[in-house]
């Protein structure tokens, strides 16, 4: 029954802002640590971002750095990216992900994932 719920994907010209959100049921995770992937057509799933469970520590891939902010609200067992100044390169399904590990950056330190939400930059 745990369950990690993507939202806030869609259609946007570069230059342009979007919020995802990744609310998660069926277990407590402000213990883990919270992770988004993406995977573009062809492509391996990349890391993007991650934050730990005290929301002190974060983490992001060189290619985001500057214009995506992880986040997150325990209250609400919701973690958040906030991506801005998009690009087509962004272009992409993205995941969000729990895991228990001292590892973020690769797929395996993640223990469940979300359906994905399609982002689209335009050029």
């Known amino acids: 029954q745990v369950q990690l719920v993507e939202s806030g994907g869609g259609l946007v010209q570069a230059g342009g802002s979007l919020r995802l959100s990744c609310a998660a049921s069926?277990?407590?995770?402000?213990?883990?640590?919270g992770g988004w992937f993406r995977q573009a057509p062809g492509k391996e799933r990349e890391f993007v971002a991650a934050?730990?469970?005290?929301?002190?520590?974060?983490y992001y891939a060189d290619s985001v750095k500057g214009r995506f902010t992880i986040s997150r609200d325990i209250a609400r067992n919701t973690v958040y990216l906030q991506m801005n100044n998009l690009k087509p390169d962004d272009t992409a399904v993205y995941y969000c992900?729990?895991?228990?590990?001292?590892?973020?950056?690769?797929?395996?330190?993640?223990?469940?994932w979300g359906q994905g939400t399609q982002v689209t930059v335009s050029s």
């Open positions: 992900a729990a895991g228990y590990s001292r590892i973020y950056y690769t797929t395996t330190a993640y223990d469940y």
């Open positions: 934050i730990k469970w005290t929301g002190v520590n974060t």
């Open positions: 069926g277990g407590v995770f402000s213990s883990y640590t």
